[in-house]
């Protein structure tokens, strides 16, 4: 009789953190640190930094961390790497952790690059001949050539991030924890890091990603964590932290406030005093309508989850019937992403200096004619009201993925990439004058 299938061991986590918090004492004149150690009375606020932060990161998982800034995103790297010490909780690690926090920290700026290596391998535990056998591997990662034996304080940013990242990935870590310091560098090395974090996770290894890149959380990450003013706000997938997120930045006052978001509509959300009431997209002879709120009308073609269809480059309409309870300056704006939530295209009135003006009580529809020259795949459209360019400034109302659509296929000629440029390709005689033009398809993305 065969034998019944055993459960997978349960991975052990190489990163366990448990109930951390930090605080710090904050005063408003240097002599007031000495006043006090001299004195019964109190020369100093607190800031509670981190309160009781608790998660796993566990072997072959990428865990984002995103939050704006001072919700304690850098406090928590430096107790993780040993920076700093905890007032209360503990960060057990289960083999070493590697990290790249502010430029410059660990290095000795007198020491030259090859000597800052050998300075930070100790750093990290490493032995002088595993740090003899990585020194090649780590020069030729960090391209600094000649300068390898000139002092660090001659470097630029970029070059001591190369060298940073260079010795934390060769040093083999159990867990890598990297902050925004990879933005310094140029694109080229940006590329070359990625794919190396991507070998590294597949080979087993941890990472704990800080960034405000949000299209890198969503592509290079299984879990992310939104802090926000300390707390751990929300833990779970990286779609839905980048929502959180948003709805943090928008200054809503429905934020969630535990450690999932399960069962909560984060889909739309904002001040609620002007509000998107419908939605229609027209497309050729269909036209498919669909209410913000998603509860006057049974499911229509239209909702997130139905199927609409279109051909790369067909021209569509998208009208936004929004009414104000005030009086209000107003920017409205779509955003199409493609099926890993990264940013395709993204257009508002502000961005145009069209600014849509409304009275209290005043409803109007605002309309997006635009061609959806885009690569074949699934994509969904954002919508949203808000003040300026950006809807982390005022922001009315936020209707996250409205509506999903499908491209697939070409009405014109085909391309590759992600979108059809506007483009016109001449062949010209040997004697300089024009034998033949071959017109692309014109892609028009005016409004």
Not at 145 to 157: C, N
Not at 344 to 359: D, K, Q, R, S, Y
Request: proline share 5%.
């Amino acid at each position: 009789m065969p034998s019944e299938p055993q459960d997978q061991p349960k991975l052990q986590p190489v990163l366990q953190i448990r109930e951390l918090s930090k605080t710090f004492r904050i005063y408003a004149k240097p002599i007031d640190r000495l006043k006090e150690a001299f004195s019964s009375k109190s020369f100093h606020q607190t800031h509670q930094a981190l309160s009781s932060i608790s998660f796993d990161l566990l072997p072959g998982q990428a865990l984002g961390l995103i939050g704006q800034n001072g919700a304690g995103k850098s406090t928590l790297l430096k107790l993780i790497s040993g920076v700093l010490d905890p007032d209360s909780g503990s960060v057990t690690a289960s083999g070493r952790i590697a990290g790249l926090l502010e430029l410059g920290t660990g290095f000795d700026p007198e020491a030259t690059g090859r000597e800052n290596i050998a300075i930070n391998g100790h750093l990290l535990g490493l032995s002088s001949e595993e740090i003899e056998s990585i020194t090649p591997q780590v020069i030729e990662f960090a391209e600094l050539g000649p300068f390898i034996d000139t002092p660090i304080r001659t470097y630029s940013s970029g070059m001591q991030m190369r060298l940073g990242f260079s010795i934390a990935f060769h040093s083999r870590p159990k867990a890598f924890v990297v902050d925004e310091a990879l933005s310094v560098g140029d694109a080229r090395f940006q590329q070359r890091c990625m794919q190396k974090i991507r070998e590294y996770k597949a080979s087993g290894g941890a990472l704990l990603f800080v960034s405000h890149d949000l299209n890198a959380i969503r592509l290079l990450c299984d879990q992310a964590m939104v802090l926000h003013q300390g707390r751990l706000m929300f833990h779970g997938a990286p779609e839905e932290a980048v929502r959180v997120y948003y709805k943090t930045l928008a200054g809503s006052d429905n934020e969630p406030d535990s450690h999932s978001a399960s069962g909560q509509d984060l889909s739309t959300y904002g001040r609620g005093e002007v509000v998107i009431e419908s939605l229609t997209w027209a497309h050729a002879a269909r036209t498919v309508e669909i209410s913000s709120d998603r509860s006057s009308k049974a499911p229509s073609p239209g909702s997130a989850h139905a199927s609409i269809t279109v051909s790369s480059g067909d021209p569509v309409q998208l009208q936004l019937a929004i009414r104000s309870e005030i009086a209000f300056s107003a920017s409205v704006g779509i955003l199409i992403r493609d099926r890993f939530g990264q940013d395709i295209f993204g257009i508002n009135t502000a961005m145009l200096e069209l600014p849509v003006e409304f009275a209290p009580g005043q409803s109007r529809t605002i309309a997006f004619d635009l061609s959806l020259a885009m690569a074949p795949g699934r994509y969904t459209l954002t919508v949203a009201v808000h003040t300026d360019t950006s809807h982390v400034h005022n922001c009315q109302h936020w209707w996250d993925n409205a509506l999903e659509f499908e491209v697939i296929g070409f009405s014109g000629k085909p391309f590759s990439g992600v979108s059809r440029l506007d483009h016109r390709v001449s062949l010209i005689s040997s004697e300089g004058l024009r034998a033949q033009d071959a017109p692309g398809a014109r892609c028009d993305n005016s409004i």
